[in-house]
């Protein structure tokens, strides 16, 4: 008799357990199911959100701009490079002003030109530092006879440090 009741003991409290253990994984499976939406739902927006920026102001993707160099006899793979070449090439100068940085270095390095984004056929976007100072300008473009590589800048800003 002490045995039946002994095991009869034993069986509801492994079956309490039991049941307790399997609501707290459900609970815990419902909580990932629903973090898991929320999450699928945030990588469709970034998805959306990419493709409506993917057309934002980038050469590479600027279908027009690409088309316009390419009627003019470039290769588009060799002509970007080309381009940010020479931009780069500008910062080797032996003066006390960057020949296109419309701003003098208020420390003892040179303004030097350190990214480069072309935005389409006719404009550059680069930004330039003397490592305290910084700043943004925006360029136009041209080449005249294949080679001769002409820049204007159009606007400059400088940010304070």
Known sequence: MYLFIFTLLLVIFQFVNSKNIIESYDEKLTNYMQKNTQLKDSIQFLEDDKTTNLYTFRFDTNDDAMTYWENQGYRIAEFVPFIKDELMNLNIYDTDDHPLVPYASMTDNKM????VRMLNHKWIIASFTDGTYWGEMLLAYDI???????F??????????
Do not use: A, H, T
């Open 152 to 161: 204007k800048v159009i606007e400059s800003i400088l940010y304070q440090p």
């Open 112 to 115: 030097l030109i350190d990214q």
């Open 144 to 150: 005249e006879d294949k080679k001769n590589l002409k």
